[in-house]
Each structure stands twice: as structure tokens, then as C-alpha cells.
């Protein structure tokens, strides 16, 4: 692909080829999943995965414009959004345009992503309205954990109506797709059934739209905890130790460097200083 989908184009994918996400934080991440996705998300997960932070609770618009702009220097194909932090939006459509407008501005993101249901539909319509195309993501919202007593699967048994008038409240305002974090697969199947734009899972069902994970989570470098939907692909944490484990035996042995990383007196017969 020669360029990168934009929001609409998202949109346009409800019911067709699974969309692929994942989140990324840093450039060269970014560059390597850059043409296996169609967008990357900047997730406010970026606080508990690269900040050592317990909970997204206290990610700033400082932290989110940093890792956007070090993310954006690594897309060509794949579309940008990225999230806005808690207490960046909640206290109205003013405060929400104002800094989901200075994320796009200094970032260069395509899309923002707000959590929340019915009670964001106003928030998401007065943005949609003013230019900017906003990805909802309700379910499980990390941004509320305190109300909603912890990490817990949404929408079981009478909750499963109030997770449903979420879909369609933010599908109403206008969001071009939603993400459905950690609920039952057939709810998962019915609001996809349900709503006219893209639904992408995590935790959620293989019917979805499409789909998103945490980098780190997949890659197996974050492993302070893994959650039931998480799929490890692979094991680069414990490569990684194993790489410093070996690196550090060889430093206290002086088997590194070897005479190869070492420079000589002169430089070898046409080359120059840097050999
Ligand atoms: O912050 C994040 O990584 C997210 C995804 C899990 C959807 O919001
Ligand atoms: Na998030």
C-alpha cells in the first residue's frame, strides 16, 4: 500500500478483510509493524508498558505528544491514532476539541481514541463535527478502574443492555470505530452484528472487525501480567535477559570486546577513521 488509510477508509472496512492493529510507542517499533497493519495505536497503555506506571490513570497529553511524535516518525503505510489520556476529555466537548486538536497538531495522528459510552456520545458528536474523526472504545475502560472495581470482564449477564447502548450511542455520534475491550464473545458478536462501523477486539471475539494488542503484551516483553487474550507470539524478554546475562559474563571474563570491536593504531589501507 502506497499510502496510509485514513478514518474513513477504516470505516470502510466494516464487514470485509479483518483490519489489524497493534499499539506502538517507539519509532522503530513502529517500523516494524508499519506495513502489517492498517493502524497503530498509540495507546495511554504506554504509562504501564514503557513508564513502570500501575494503571493509565496518570499518563499526561505531555507523555501521549512525545511517543506520538516518536511513533509517527515510524509509519508510512499504516494510519496513526492515538489516545487521549484521562482527564484530558471528560469534562466536556470544549476540553475534548481543545486537546484532541493539539494531539493531531503535534502529532500528525489521523484519529484520536476517547473511552467511553453513552455518556461520551455528546463529546464524540461535538468533535466529529469539528474535523476530528474519533475511534470510541468502551467495555472494559482502563481509564476507569477505580468505578469499575478493577480489571473484570464487562457486559456479563444484565450489564450486557448498557454495554449495547454504548455501541449504539457511539455509533450514533459518529465515532468511525470502536474498540470492545474484554467482553463476552456473543455480546461481542451481536454489537458487531449490531452497529454499522468497525468494531475491533481485544479480549473481545474472532468476529469482530477487526483486532488490536499491546505490542509488548504479543512480543512477551512486558510480563509483569498477562491477561486471558493475550496470545504471546514471542518470548523477547527472556531473549533479551539471556542477551545481557551473556554480555555481562563476557565483560567480567574480558572475552568483550574482542580484537574485532577494538581499533588499531592505524586505519586498515583505504578505509577511514571509522574502522
Ligand atoms: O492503550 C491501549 O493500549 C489501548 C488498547 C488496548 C486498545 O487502548
Ligand atoms: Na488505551
Do not use: W
Amino acid at each position: 500500500r502506497k499510502s496510509a488509510p485514513n478514518a474513513e477508509d477504516i470505516r470502510a472496512m466494516k464487514g470485509g478483510a479483518p483490519i489489524v492493529s497493534l499499539t506502538a510507542y517507539t519509532t522503530p517499533m513502529a517500523q516494524i509493524m508499519d506495513e502489517h497493519c492498517d493502524f497503530v495505536l498509540v495507546g495511554d497503555s504506554v504509562g504501564m508498558v514503557m513508564h513502570g506506571l500501575t494503571s493509565t490513570l496518570a499518563v499526561t497529553m505531555e507523555m501521549m505528544i512525545l511517543h506520538g511524535q516518536a511513533v509517527a516518525r515510524g509509519l508510512r503505510s499504516a494510519m496513526m491514532v492515538i489516545d487521549m489520556p484521562f482527564a484530558s476529555y471528560e469534562e466536556g466537548p470544549a476540553q475534548a476539541f481543545r486537546n484532541a486538536a493539539r494531539l493531531m497538531a503535534e502529532t500528525g495522528a489521523a484519529a484520536v481514541k476517547l473511552e467511553g459510552g453513552v455518556e461520551m456520545a455528546e463529546t464524540i458528536r461535538f468533535l466529529v463535527a469539528r474535523g476530528i474523526p474519533v475511534m470510541a472504545h468502551i467495555g472494559l475502560t482502563p481509564q476507569s478502574v477505580n468505578t469499575l472495581g478493577g480489571y473484570k470482564v464487562q457486559g456479563r449477564d444484565e450489564a450486557a443492555s448498557r454495554v449495547l447502548a454504548d455501541a449504539h450511542a457511539i455509533a450514533d455520534a459518529g465515532a468511525f470505530a470502536v474498540v470492545l475491550e474484554k467482553l463476552p464473545a456473543s455480546l461481542s458478536d451481536q454489537i458487531t452484528a449490531e452497529i454499522a462501523i468497525p468494531t475491533i477486539g481485544i479480549g473481545a471475539s474472532v468476529g469482530c472487525d477487526g483486532q488490536v494488542l499491546v505490542v509488548d503484551d504479543m512480543l512477551g516483553f512486558f510480563t509483569a501480567f498477562k491477561p486471558k487474550f493475550v496470545k504471546r507470539y514471542a518470548d523477547l524478554g527472556t531473549q533479551a535477559e539471556a542477551a545481557i546475562a551473556e554480555y555481562a559474563a563476557e565483560v567480567r571474563a574480558r572475552s568483550f570486546p574482542a580484537p574485532e570491536h577494538q581499533f588499531a593504531d592505524q586505519a586498515p589501507v583505504g578505509k577511514g577513521t571509522a574502522a
